[in-house]
């Protein structure tokens, strides 16, 4: 894992502009976020390793507040609103914290779901 792939995963999802001035940053990052990465990146990956490559940037030292993989407490209310609920804002994103797919571009639905399950079961 190169340091480019680390901070593209860690950057803040969301920046501030002021109307009339330039926005450069933030459109750095979109076009960063957009651009497609390597086939072989996109090969199906088992939840434990998607886990280790993409979700523990921030699942595995709490950063901006995210559920540490392993910390029942940090793990249990969000387990009680439902995998319906953790997979929508994994999807989608939640609270400018949660980025929508986890910066994952490649990943599909089924992955994340599993990837959520595999942080559920290390955490329960």
């Known amino acids: 894992m190169d340091a480019q792939a680390v901070a593209a995963r860690i950057a803040p999802v969301g920046k501030d502009c002021v109307e009339g001035k330039p926005c450069a940053a933030a459109t750095a990052v979109a076009a960063a976020a957009a651009t497609p990465a390597p ?21 595995g030292a709490g950063v901006m507040g995210a559920p540490k993989i392993g910390n029942k407490a940090d793990w249990a209310p969000r387990i009680a609103k439902g995998m319906p609920t953790l997979l929508d804002h994994a999807l989608h994103g939640f609270n ?3 980025p929508p797919r986890g910066t994952c571009t490649t990943c ?7 990837a959520i399950q595999y942080m559920i079961s290390k955490s329960s």
């Open 39 to 59: 086939a072989a990146a996109a090969a199906t990956r088992t939840p434990e390793q998607l886990v280790q490559q993409v979700c523990s940037g921030c699942h």
């Open 96 to 98: 400018n914290k949660m």
């Open 108 to 114: 599909t639905d089924d992955e994340i779901k599993g």
